[in-house]
Structure formats: C-alpha cells, structure tokens
C-alpha cells in the first residue's frame, strides 16, 4: 500500500476557508477564556471593599484560578493527546465556562475560591490544546501570524470583561460579570459541529478516511487515492509521556521556555490582577483604571498579531528576546509620573510585549516540539508557568501591604522580563547547537549508508 505524509500537505497548503474557520472558532474559545481570566482583576477593587479583604489575601484570593490554571495544563494537556484535542478543548470550554457563572452566587471568599479553581481548571487545558490545534493545521509559511492571530482572542476577551467593567460595575454590581460567563455555552453545539478534530489523533486511531477528508479542505488541489495509508512523520504514538520533552536534545530548549514561561505568566498576572488597584491607589478613578486594562489588553493583541507577523519574516525566538527587553523597560517607566499619553502608551507597550509575548511562547514551543507530544509539551510549558501565574498576584499583594513606592512596585515587575530575555537568548544558543549537532548526526548516517551501498 502507497504512503503519504500529512505534514508536507498542511505545511505547503495556501490560506483557505478552512483555516479561517479554525483561526476563528479558537480565537472565539480563547475571547471566552480571556474574559474568565481577566475578570477578577476587574472586580478586585470592589470585592476588596465588599469582603474587607486586605491586599495580601486579595492576592491569594486571586492565584487560586491560577493554580487551577496550573493542574488544568498538566492534566488536560496529555489528555488531549490520548483523547482528542476536540473532546479535550470541549471539556474545557464547558468547565471554565459553568465554573464562573456560578463564581456569581458566591457569597464568601472560600466559596468564590472554590468556583475559581475550577474555573481556573478549564482555562489552563484550553490554552494549550486550542495552540497546538491552530499549530496543527496553519500552513508553515503564515504559522506565527495565524496562532498569533488566533491568540488575539484572549486579549479581545481581557478588553471585553475591562470594558463591560466600566460599564456592568455601577450599575449592576460585580455579581453579573460572572453571569454572563454562561452566555457563551449556547455556542457548544456550533463548536462541536464545526471545530475539527487533530488529524493526528486520527491517524493514531486508525480514521484514515475521516483524516483524508480533513486534508481535502486543507488543501482542495491535492488529490489522494483511497488506497493510500496517509502518515505523520513526526508521529509517535499516543500518550507520550513528560520525560520525552528531554530527549534527542531537547533538554536545554525546554527548560529555557519553562523560564521563560514562569517570568511571562507572572508579569502577566501581576499587571492584569493589580494594575486597576495600583492605579486607582495612585490617584486615578475607577474608571480610569479599568481603561488603563482595556489598554494594557488592546496592546497584548496588538503584540500578538505584530510579533507573529515578525515571526513568520524573521526568527521568532529573537522576536521573542526583542519583545521581553522593551517590555521590562516599559514597565518599570509605569511607576514613574508621566503624562496621560505617555501613561497609556507605556501601558500598551507593556501589553504588547507580556500578553503578546505569552502569545508568541506558545507559538515558539509548539514549533519546537513533535506533533505527537505537541500538545504534552504546550500542557507542561503552560503548567509550569502556571507556577509564575501564581506568583504574580501574590507578589502584587505582598508589595501593596509593604507600602512601597509606586515606582518599586513596577520596577519588581519588570524584572523578570529581564530573565525571561536571557532566557530565550539561550534558548536560541541551545536549539543552534542541538541543530547543527543533528544535521552532523544526519550526514555521518548518510555517508556511512553509501559506503554501504558501495561495498556491496
């Protein structure tokens, strides 16, 4: 029986319908799960007065999402590769979803915890999967800029819970920010329609002809007989378990994205969680300090789409260095007076190069990794930033019950984009070394197969 690769098809595939249908039901998915996440750093302030929580436990209040954000990436992330990437994001949608409308009828801090780790649950296993869904199907040449575009909903979604903020909180109280988290289940039929299932997972379990129907719409020009046995060059087989991640010189490139993983998600969660609190401390209203997340958010999407657009010309871990040496410059000038352009401006730009630059990582490491451990490797990538998540808002809360000058809050921030920086740039060493190593291994196999060939 003949054999065709998938990668070449989905790699040399142009732009079709298709793939916008994928790039916008993810980014749909990550619009819901952007509003989950970003939620709590909207009502903080009026929680914190309601519930008469000092800084310290606000900030602990806010890391329990965070920890289930953690668990959910290292669970759900494997699991999709043993149960489908489709099922797996589903599960997730549903969880994170019916987890924070119920976050509305809490009626103390324990109980808003609960809801909030479940919830957090959810999150962490979407991200990865819906990445290495998108990552599966975009064409090589546009691969960054479609991920990134993609990912654009989770900034969409901060700007949505932000602006629906400014407008829900007087009116209706924080309670109803968390209602309208169940608006978006009344879409799960259309996503289970139409969200393809990885084509991977099907070659694994045997759907040859469901495969070959999916590449039709990849690629409508490329025609393949029914007697061909279609396969993944890259595929090893389901549940391929963490220790893989290390293997065949992985090592080195892993625990510099874990690094740098950590350092992103903390800037990330820091800013999202106490930027509004820090502001309105400052001196500004409410009001503008929730427009002040409305910016940092519109930035990260901005970012997002900028750098995998850099990406896909240029090398994307140096875009990735790039990005994290303005932001850590950016956000340590936040703490400094500055008029309200300028203010806004720093805002974006920090948004654009943490949120963004979250973006970007997560496109970086599901090119780095095999299609059959993509989504385990996206999951423990995730999960182990998850960790800087948890971080972030308890490092926030620590530094508002030390007093401190605002100036000193921002600039202990802006540090770790500093060692995410140094991160990505041995990253870029590593990966360099480990790929001429391969190539060298690559050629002393080849040249001993044709002496091989010549002896006989």
């Known amino acids: 029986m003949k054999t065709t690769e998938i990668n070449p098809i989905i790699d040399n595939a142009r732009f079709t319908g298709f793939h916008g249908m994928v790039v916008l039901l993810c980014a749909l998915l990550l619009i819901f799960d952007g509003y989950d996440l970003f939620i709590y750093g909207v009502v903080l302030p009026v929680l914190m007065s309601e519930w008469g929580l000092t800084p310290v436990q606000a900030g602990a209040l806010g890391s329990y999402a965070l920890f289930g954000m953690m668990f959910g990436a290292f669970v759900f992330g494997p699991l999709a590769d043993r149960i489908g990437r489709k099922k797996g ?15 509305g009828f809490a009626t103390s801090p324990t109980e808003f915890g609960i809801y909030r780790f479940f919830a957090g649950l959810g999150c962490g296993g979407l991200m990865p999967n819906a990445v290495a869904l998108m990552n599966e199907y975009a064409p090589k040449r546009t691969r960054s800029t479609l991920v990134a575009l993609m990912f654009s909903g989770y900034s969409l979604g901060g700007m949505l819970s932000a602006g629906l903020g400014i407008y829900i909180l007087p009116r209706f109280g924080w309670q109803a920010m968390f209602y309208a988290a169940a608006i ?7 996503i289970m329609w139409k969200l393809p299932e990885s084509v991977g997972f099907l070659l694994r379990q045997g759907e040859n002809q469901k495969a070959r129907d999916l590449l039709a719409k990849v690629d409508p020009t490329v025609h393949i007989p029914a007697d061909t046995q279609l396969v993944a060059a890259d595929a090893k087989g389901a549940g391929v378990p963490m220790l893989d991640l290390v293997k065949e010189g992985r090592a080195a490139g892993t625990f510099m994205i874990w690094v740098a993983f950590f350092c992103c998600l903390l800037m990330v ?4 969680s106490w930027l509004p609190k820090l502001m309105a401390g400052a001196g500004y209203s409410l009001g503008s300090s929730l427009s002040f997340l409305l ?6 999407m901005a970012g997002a789409i900028a750098g995998g657009w850099l990406g896909d010309r240029f090398s994307l871990p140096k875009v990735v260095v790039a990005f994290f040496t303005a932001g850590t410059l950016a956000i340590a000038l936040l703490g400094f007076k500055s008029p309200m352009p300028v203010l806004y401006l720093l805002i974006f730009i920090a948004g654009a190069t943490t949120i963004g630059t979250q973006i970007l990582l997560y496109a970086n490491t599901a090119q780095f990794y095999p299609l059959a451990m993509r989504s385990t490797g996206l999951g423990w990538a995730s999960g182990v930033g998850r ?6 808002p308890l490092l926030g809360g620590s530094l508002l019950a030390a007093a401190l000058p605002l100036q000193m809050n921002f600039l202990v921030f802006a540090i770790p984009g500093l060692v995410a920086a140094l991160a990505m740039g041995c990253f870029i060493l590593f990966n360099r070394r480990s790929t001429a190593v391969h190539a060298a291994g690559m050629a002393g196999t080849a040249s001993r197969g044709a002496q091989t060939v010549v002896s006989g």
């Open 387 to 392: 960790t800087g998540a948890i971080v972030g």
């Open 89 to 103: 994001i589903a599960i997730c949608f549903v969880l994170f979803s019916a987890s924070t409308f119920l976050n």
């Open 184 to 190: 978006p289940l009344l879409l799960l039929p259309l």
């Open 269 to 272: 969660y820091a800013l999202g």
């Open 295 to 300: 910016a940092l958010n519109f930035g990260g």
